[in-house]
């Protein structure tokens, strides 16, 4: 090999691997792509260096081309990154930079996280949102404070754990009322017989309400208070519940007979009939002709309070019922009473209320009975018709 | 090597032809005379350098002389180089492996064993084994013709000495070192993945990758072209020590000697003034 072939040969090698070695870390650089710019601001930069990497989605995109101090307190260090143009699809205006460490001991990179789909491109220059690092020197403060709390923590469990110690060792010292409690045989035994007694006790009081409930009916029929159930026209409220239902049914009454309440009844507050001849048409025409249901409706005027208006329509409605029933022959069951309570008077001479008799054909369903009311007595009252009156319509 | 070789003596002083006459006889006052012979030293140093650059700016140039002198310098120390930066790079790779196990940072070794060999063991390796093998070359070339007085024939026959010797053997240790250090770096990261490799198997590709993570051009391209201020270094003694030696074969022997010590002791002394100076310019 002549020397100039040999000399040639060297620099030929020498620069080529020179060459080889600017490719590769111009190519980490980006040097010989096309490349945009994009800047984040921090307040610290935890060490960052210029050439770092900058990874979009953990894959190496870019590299830190520049980190400027600011020119006054106050304001942030600014990095100015290089990045591939096949991120441009992929960093959005609401793209934020963090600046993340290499496992424990590695070099600082930027990431820039993926912007959302509705977001608008970043141009090039643009400052995006960034992420204050994440400092060695801050964690290791809140470990800190997280050792300082627990060791609290356990100080306390520590002290909590010697009055547990100290209170059961009282318990089981028969100290106190729970030692006492835990210990003494003679409390328990007590305690039993306390509960036998309470248990006659307790029987003993139902076998005497069931007492008083009889003395009360005989009371009822006292001449001293029947007055004033006479007055009332009823004698029993739970009895109001009995064949109430809670709507009219949704068919056309084939017959309505409507009375107004001076003409039924003895005063503007009571339930006690007066005319009851007047419902003789009514009563007649429910025995000779065959009905599917018939509903005594009762309204009240405007005046008086609404719960008592609607136990006085209730009352009522219970009152004609029980007239009908008992003086015209027909199936009871398929006579119901609905009490309105206070309803807008709509003809002169109905302000003590309006009484409506209607009678639907046949085939006409029963609508379920009215909610149990507020009072338990009525309650159970009304329970058993209730199921009565479903069973019914459930066999026609 | 002795004392003489660092501070040169009187009589290490420029045999600048149609001057050395002119020297009158020194004192012999020993300190007087060290310190005296150190400042002449440097003085004909750059009485010397100036001759040099004026004969090497101005035309005629010896072509033929330049490249022999490339081939000599460049291709010739290419072995020698590439085997001195794989050794660095094979021991690199095990002594920062050893460091590194106690920290558990293996994984940072491929570039530290990078970063070291080409930021600065490449560089000062290569100016070392050059200056011990072209500077040693140079002088005692130099230094022979000087005393079998072929320099005064080549002057004596219009051809000026400082061009066709000194600036052809310069410029080609200045355009030849950073392309040895290129290979000495190559080989260098070469050895270390190898030595990496046979403990801990790494492929050759990860091992650049990782070992350039975070690299610029500004890691790269500085320290390999600060060699050629080495080259200059070394050029430049060996050149003058060869050209100045008085005296038979002790001359030759002693010229040789200090081409090569005061080389090597300036290519280190530089490496700390560029090192600093690199970092200030391009960080």
Redesign the interface.
């Known amino acids: 090999m002549s020397?100039?072939a040999?000399?040639g040969?060297?620099?030929f090698?020498?620069?080529a691997?020179?060459a080889t070695?600017?490719f590769?870390?111009?190519s980490?650089?980006y040097?010989f792509r096309s490349t945009y710019q994009l800047k984040a601001q921090f307040e610290n930069v935890a060490g960052l260096?210029?050439?770092?990497?900058v990874q979009v989605g953990g894959v190496h995109s870019g590299?830190v081309k520049s980190i400027d101090l600011p020119h006054k307190p106050g304001e942030k260090v600014t990095v100015l990154m290089d990045l591939d143009k096949s991120t441009h699809e992929i960093i959005k205006q609401d793209s934020v930079a963090s600046i993340e460490t290499e496992?424990m001991?590695?070099?600082q990179y930027v990431a820039i996280s993926f912007g959302s789909a509705g977001q608008g491109e970043v141009k090039d220059g643009q400052i995006i949102g960034s992420q204050p690092p994440l400092l060695m020197a801050d964690m290791l403060k809140k470990a800190n404070d997280i050792l300082d709390s627990s060791q609290q923590a356990v100080q306390n469990v520590t002290v909590a754990t010697a009055h547990i110690a100290s209170v059961s060792t009282k318990i089981d010292n028969g100290d106190g009322t729970v030692g006492a409690l835990v210990n003494d045989k003679q409390l328990y035994n007590n305690l039993e017989q306390t509960t036998t007694t309470l248990h006659a006790t307790m029987l003993q009081a139902q076998s005497g309400v069931t007492d008083f409930q009889e003395n009360m009916e005989a009371l009822k029929h006292n001449f001293l208070l029947s007055g004033f159930f006479k007055r009332r026209g009823y004698e029993n409220e739970a009895d109001l519940a009995a064949n109430r239902i809670d709507q009219l049914p949704t068919a056309t009454p084939s017959k309505v007979f409507t009375y107004t309440a001076k003409q039924l009844f003895d005063t503007r507050e009571a339930a006690k009939l007066k005319n009851q001849a007047s419902l003789k048409a009514a009563g007649a025409f429910l025995a000779d002709n065959p009905f599917g249901l018939a509903v005594i409706e009762v309204s009240s005027g405007m005046e008086g309070d609404t719960k008592q208006e609607l136990v006085l329509t209730e009352a009522r409605a219970m009152v004609i019922r029980e007239y009908l029933v008992d003086n015209f022959g027909f199936d009871d069951s398929q006579l119901r009473t609905l009490g309105m309570g206070k309803q807008p008077v709509v003809n002169s001479g109905a302000d003590w209320g309006t009484i409506k008799i209607l009678v639907f054909p046949a085939g006409t369903e029963i609508p379920p009975p009215a909610k149990p009311p507020v009072s338990p007595s009525d309650g159970i009252a009304s329970d058993l018709p209730a199921h009565a009156s479903a069973d019914s319509t459930s066999k026609p | 090597m002795n004392g003489q070789a660092i501070t040169p003596s009187p009589e290490m002083l420029p045999a600048i032809p149609g001057h050395s006459s002119a020297h009158p006889p020194r004192p012999a006052i020993p300190t007087v005379g060290l310190v005296n012979g150190f400042f002449e030293w440097f003085g004909g140093l750059g009485t010397f350098s100036w001759r040099v650059l004026r004969a090497a700016v101005t035309p005629p140039y010896e072509w033929r002389e330049l490249i022999r002198q490339l081939d000599e310098v460049g291709s010739q120390s290419l072995p020698l180089v590439a085997l001195a930066g794989a050794a660095v790079g094979a021991v690199l790779s095990m002594e920062v492996r050893s460091s590194m196990a106690r920290f558990g940072a293996t994984s940072i070794l491929p570039s530290a064993v990078v970063y070291s060999v080409i930021q600065e063991m490449g560089p000062t390796i290569t100016g070392l084994v050059v200056s011990g093998r072209v500077g040693a070359g140079i002088g005692a070339e130099l230094a022979s013709m000087k005393v079998t007085e072929q320099i005064d024939a080549i002057e004596v026959s219009a051809i000026n000495p400082y061009r066709f010797l000194a600036s052809t053997r310069i410029l080609a240790c200045i355009l030849m070192l950073p392309l040895l250090t290129v290979a000495a770096d190559a080989s260098g990261v070469l050895m270390g993945w190898v030595a990496q490799t046979l403990v801990q198997p790494i492929s050759f590709h990860q091992f650049i990758v990782t070992g350039f993570a975070g690299s610029t051009l500004k890691d790269f391209l500085p320290p390999t072209f600060k060699t050629a201020v080495f080259g200059l270094i070394i050029g430049l003694v060996a050149c003058f020590q060869g050209m100045r030696t008085r005296g038979g074969a002790e001359g030759v022997g002693r010229a040789a000697t200090n081409s090569v010590v005061l080389a090597s002791l300036f290519v280190i002394l530089a490496d700390v003034v560029l090192v600093k100076l690199i970092l200030v310019v391009f960080q």
């Open positions: 020397r100039l040999r000399l040969a060297f620099i090698a020498t620069l691997i020179l070695g600017v590769i870390i111009g980490k650089e040097l260096s210029e050439g770092a990497d590299t496992g001991l590695g070099n």
